[in-house]
Structures are given as C-alpha cells and as structure tokens.
C-alpha cells in the first residue's frame, strides 16, 4: 500500500521536473540559434550594406526551422546616424536598397506562435505575459566606402 | 543485567530497520529516496538554468559590443584630421597614406552607447561608469592614442611603437577605477609580431567588471572589442 503513496507522490514530481527542464532545454536552445542566425544576417548587412530579397527568404527560411516566422514577423529598419552620434529615427528597409557607409541598419524578428515553455507554464491569459522567440540585431554598415 | 533503557533503544533501531527491510512497507524508503533524487535533479536544474541565462546574457552583450565598436570607429573627426587629396599621398613616391585619420573621442563614445544600448538594454543595466574607450592614430610614424572613461579627463600621448599602447591602457584602467575589486588587466600585445594595434586608426573599448545576474546567481566579468577603421582613399 505504501509503495502506492511513493508512484502517487514521486512518479508525478520527476515528470513534472524532467518537462520542465526539457522546455526550458528546448526554449534556451532555439532562442541561441534564433539570436545567432539574426546575428549572422546583420553581419552580412554590416559587411555589404545590402540585404536581397533572397537573403531575407533565406533568413525567413532558417528561422522557419526554429519556429513559425512569418514574412511580416521580421521588422527591417535603417537611418542615418547624426553626427553626434544620435538618431533621430528608423524608416522601414526594402530589401534590396544599398545602403551606405555610416547608415544604422536593424533587424527585429519576434515567432507568430509563443513557446513551448509559456504554454506550460500557464501565463497564456495575458498577452503581455507570452514568452515568445525574439531577436535583435543593430549594426552600422561599415562597407568600405572611397572618400578623397 | 543489561540497561532496559539501552535495550528499549536498540529495539526501536530493530523495528526501524526491520521496517525498511519488510517486504510490506517500505514505501517511505522509496518516498525518502525519491524526494533526495528530485531535490538533486531540481538543484542541478537551477544551477544549469543560472548559468545559461548569464551565458545568454553574456554573448548578448559581446554581440553588442560588437555591433557598438564597428559603429563607434566610424565617428571619424575630419576636421582633425588630414582628409583632402594634397594630404593623401606622399610627396616622393606618390603612395597613398592613411595617416593622421583621427576618431573623435567623444561622438565615438555616445555612438558606442547607442548601438550597445538599441541592441542590449535590460531594465537597471547601463555601462556608462564601466566603459573606458582609447582610440589611436598614426602622424609621421608615431602612433598617437586617446583614452577616455567615465567622461573624466582623457589621457593622451605620443608612442614610438604600438606594443607599448597595452602598458598605457592598463595604466589608465588603474587610474580611473582604483578603488575596484578584480584587477583585470588587458592583454592585446602578445609579442610586437601579433599586437592587435598596429600603426593606423583604431578603436577599443573595454568594459571593467559589469554585473551580469543569472537566475539567483551574479557573476563579475571584463569584456573587451576592438575595430580597425577600415579607410580607404581612392
């Protein structure tokens, strides 16, 4: 009869941990690859100062493999930098402008579907509250550009 | 005549143990040892989620310091410096010559807090009192540096050879912070061969002893970028 108690009380905790730890496992790790992959499309921005329809496909598709991204989850902005070293403001990106030296270019993405992790952890009620995958990258392009 | 307190003792031993040997009970063992197991896996899972959050953290801000050093080396000051095609080339040989580029100090700082602070900003985190800027130059063959932290006063000077410029940083890092608790120190000339400044238009910024909490945990650490301006005349 005891033994009973030890499944009732026991078997439940170390489920209850073990999914835990796998969605906090699995949030932590897609989060990584989702700030990496964001990571490496600014560089390419910040190396060439272009950023193609193409290249946007491509991220779109990559971050498709961690989560839903839409093409309309991915924010693209720019601006020039004052020379002060303040913006003003960031307008939206076409893909396919070139931009020029000195230029502020950013990246947001934010998933269309909250994590894994949110939804276990029952905060789902409040919109504020969801734990969704997000990333951001701001750069300055720093392509060589020739100047007398 | 044996002790009747000393027997009462040992028997209760006895009963103990033969309850956790019966084959009835036993439960609670399992109970005991279940919850031992879990309150284990529970703390390994807590330390494992703390420093993976200060990891994240950590590699957040490295990024950023990134993205803020190849922004702020752009800040290039162009009435200080010699800009202009009579200024551009040597007189004998006709070379191109990218001396005497200079970055301007202070937009190079507020530049540098901007792009930090668009691509990592928590709510109570700032790096304004950690950050300590140098910026170096080159004007007929000397390499000139300017180091500026906490928008006290810069240190300046003239050096013959780039390798010494690691000797002025950590000076300045002394100087500015003399009070702090790590004393870490800058290492960016290994030998004159694989010093990272050469002679031309730098940046580095270093960042002494940020705060960096993880789940329950905080951890102290120095991080430090460094970018070339990469310059070019037609």
């Known amino acids: ?148 | 005549m044996k002790n009747p307190n000393k027997r009462t003792k040992s028997n209760t031993i006895k009963r103990i143990a033969n309850a956790l040997k019966s084959e009835s009970g036993g439960g609670f063992g399992t109970i005991f040892i279940g919850l031992a197991i879990i309150l284990l896996a529970f703390v390994v899972l807590i330390n494992i989620a703390d420093y993976s959050l200060f990891t994240y953290k950590r590699n957040a801000i490295s990024k950023a310091m990134d993205y803020a050093i190849t922004a702020a080396v752009q800040q290039i000051n162009k009435n200080q410096s010699r800009v202009g095609v009579a200024n551009g080339f040597t007189e004998g040989t006709g070379e191109t010559m990218l001396e005497g580029v200079e970055i301007d100090i202070d937009t190079a700082i507020s530049t540098f807090l901007f792009v930090f602070y668009a691509n990592y900003k928590p709510n109570n985190f700032s790096i304004e009192n950690n950050l300590l800027v140098c910026s170096t130059s080159t004007l007929d063959g000397k390499l000139s540096y300017t180091i500026k932290a906490n928008s006290e006063q810069k240190f300046d000077g003239n050096l013959d050879d780039s390798a010494l410029i690691e000797e002025k940083i950590n000076q300045a890092i002394v100087q500015y912070w003399p009070n702090a608790e790590d004393n870490s120190q800058v290492y960016i000339s290994g030998n004159p061969k694989t010093n990272m400044i050469e002679n031309g238009t730098y940046l580095f910024a270093f960042i002494k002893d940020i705060k960096i909490m993880g789940l329950y945990s905080q951890r102290n650490i120095s991080l430090s970028s460094f970018a070339g301006a990469k310059l070019e005349r037609l």
């Open chain 1, 1 to 148: 009869m005891n033994k009973i108690y030890a499944f009732i009380i026991v078997i439940p905790l170390i489920a209850i941990l073990f999914l835990k730890t796998m969605s906090f496992y699995e949030f932590d790790t897609k989060q990584r690859y989702i700030k990496n992959t964001v990571d490496s499309a600014a560089h390419k921005v910040m190396i060439t100062g272009v950023m193609t329809a193409s290249d946007k496909d491509e991220l779109i598709n990559k971050l498709g493999k961690l989560s839903d991204f839409q093409n309309e989850d991915i924010t693209l902005k720019c601006g020039y930098m004052q020379a002060d070293g303040t913006l003003t403001s960031l307008y939206s990106y076409v893909p396919g402008n070139v931009l020029n030296r000195g230029e502020i270019f950013s990246i947001y993405v934010q998933s269309e579907d909250e994590s894994t992790l949110s939804r276990m952890e029952g905060k789902s009620a409040d919109e504020n509250n969801k734990l969704f995958y997000k990333a951001k990258a701001v750069c300055r392009v720093e392509k060589p550009q020739q100047e007398d």
